[in-house]
């Protein structure tokens, strides 16, 4: 996934650090296992085995299933403009470099796939691709390694998981009460936009800054797959969910939408959010300050976040607060 993964649990000085240690190796465990599994700069992953099979339907695992089924449950949502197919996109631009060996990867692929080539039969859990294809699935796969993670540390009750900019926080934070969590500045580094107070809910931001080309006339990883190029109405998508990841597909959806249309698809989905335009003007859901999914949302005047997205800590224990730190590459 490219990013650094954060778990920190806010435990009672009883709680045994041997059983949280065991609690948060599981949650890591899941996470690896999704990047192995849904990753496109691995020729072994299932993902990109599934590639080589185009017009054989092919028995998957539940976690790559249950990845592409959303994505093309969103991208038909969208008509398209969401789209997981735009895997060759993406490598034409230059995103086609594993991010810890700077491999490279260029299977044969037709370029003029897209979602509807990808039928599922969830009767026998296959996918069947009508044509060679790269999968994309960066905007729903971390979320869902964040929500297997947050199954895992269910036990603990109060922990955040943060994954580059994916986000979800159980229970309450440090101090006793809700976590804090703050919304970057879509330019200007280390800024916080806005902080809000939230409590299991998951938080993810899709932003034109996270990874540009290495070609500046390539522009970013967010793809409007309609117009075959990086969207550009937006800066940056931030959705409110229950769970990470749809607030991660969501939120990239979004971005690609761009503010007016963006807004109206996170209303029509039920969820909250904020969408940045490219010039910096902030559009958010009807209920964005208020509710989600039940849980109070509150605009925090003050105070450092304890979490921005993107954001992560180092590896720690804080006896104060009986909070404990973990960190992987992931």
């Excluded at 540390?153 to 969590?181: I, Q, S």
Aim: glycine share 10%; with cysteine.
């Amino acid at each position: 996934m490219g990013t650094i993964v954060t778990i920190q649990v806010v435990a009672d000085d009883r709680d045994g650090d041997a059983e949280i240690a065991g609690q948060i190796e599981r949650a890591f465990d899941w996470i690896r296992q999704v990047e192995a599994t849904c990753t496109r700069f691995d020729p072994g992953s299932e993902a990109m085995q599934l590639a080589t099979q185009a017009g054989t339907p092919v028995e998957v695992s539940d976690i790559l299933f249950e990845a592409v089924q959303f994505a093309v449950a969103v991208a038909e949502a969208t008509d398209g403009a969401f789209d997981p197919t735009v895997g060759h996109l993406l490598q034409s631009r230059g995103f086609d470099r594993h991010y810890a060996t700077g491999a490279r990867f260029a299977p044969r692929v037709d370029p003029g796939a897209t979602y509807r080539d990808i039928h599922l039969d969830p009767s026998h859990r296959t996918i069947t691709l009508a044509r060679p294809l790269i999968l994309d699935l960066g905007a729903v796969a971390k979320g869902l390694a964040v929500d297997l993670a947050a199954r895992a540390l269910a036990p603990l009750e109060h922990f955040a998981v943060d994954a580059g900019g994916d986000l979800y926080f159980a229970g309450h934070g440090p101090a006793g009460g809700p976590w804090t969590v703050g919304i970057r500045h879509p330019r200007e580094d280390d800024a916080i936009l806005r902080r809000l107070t939230v409590s299991d809910v998951a938080v993810c931001t899709s932003g034109d800054y996270e990874r540009r080309a290495p070609d500046p006339e390539h522009g970013h990883h967010l793809i409007d797959a309609r117009a075959g190029a990086s969207a550009g109405a937006a800066s940056s998508a931030t959705v409110l969910a229950p769970t990470a990841m749809v607030a991660d597909a969501l939120a990239t959806a979004a971005f690609v939408l761009g503010p007016a249309d963006g807004i109206s698809f996170l209303e029509a989905q039920g969820v909250e959010g904020l969408i940045v335009s490219a010039s910096l003007e902030q559009h958010a859901t009807r209920g964005f300050e208020t509710t989600v999914s039940g849980q109070t949302i509150l605009r925090h005047p003050e105070g450092a976040a304890d979490r921005p997205p993107g954001g992560a800590r180092g590896v720690g224990r804080d006896d104060r607060r009986g909070a404990t730190d973990r960190a992987r590459t992931a």
